[in-house]
Nanobody, 124 residues
């Protein structure tokens, strides 16, 4: 059974940093497109960062230069380093994986495996 489990969410002050992790069981990140999404109650889920099977990364404009997605193939882990956090980064962050190696879409329905989410709260 495939499971994705996030960790690392916390409450921090603006300007601070957090590193989110997503451990996968029954799944191999290195062969698929995987990414991080976030959602605030009442708003649509937003793609934040993604990495394809070849290691190419793309980011939402709102996080470029502040967030970095990475992958550890040996540990089968997916990570999101978040620096210079802003109050508008407050959200539930979820990791996701697609059934394809290329990241053709930010649409949530492109990704068929999801974690439960981890809360990030940034105070001003």
């Amino acid at each position: 059974q495939v499971q994705l489990a996030e960790s690392g969410g916390d409450s921090v002050q603006a300007g601070g940093s957090l590193r989110l992790s997503c451990a996968a069981s029954g799944y191999t990140y290195s062969t698929v497109c995987s990414g991080w999404f976030r959602q605030v109650p009442g708003k649509e889920r937003e793609g934040v960062a993604r990495i394809d099977r070849d290691g190419r990364t793309t980011y939402a404009e709102s996080v470029k230069g502040r967030f970095t997605i990475s992958r550890d193939n040996a540990k089968n882990g997916l990570y999101l380093q978040m620096n210079s956090l802003k109050p508008e980064d407050t959200a539930m962050y979820s990791c996701a994986a697609a059934a394809y190696g290329e990241c053709y879409s930010w649409a949530p329905n492109y990704y068929n495996k999801w974690g439960q989410g981890t809360q990030v709260t940034v105070s001003s």
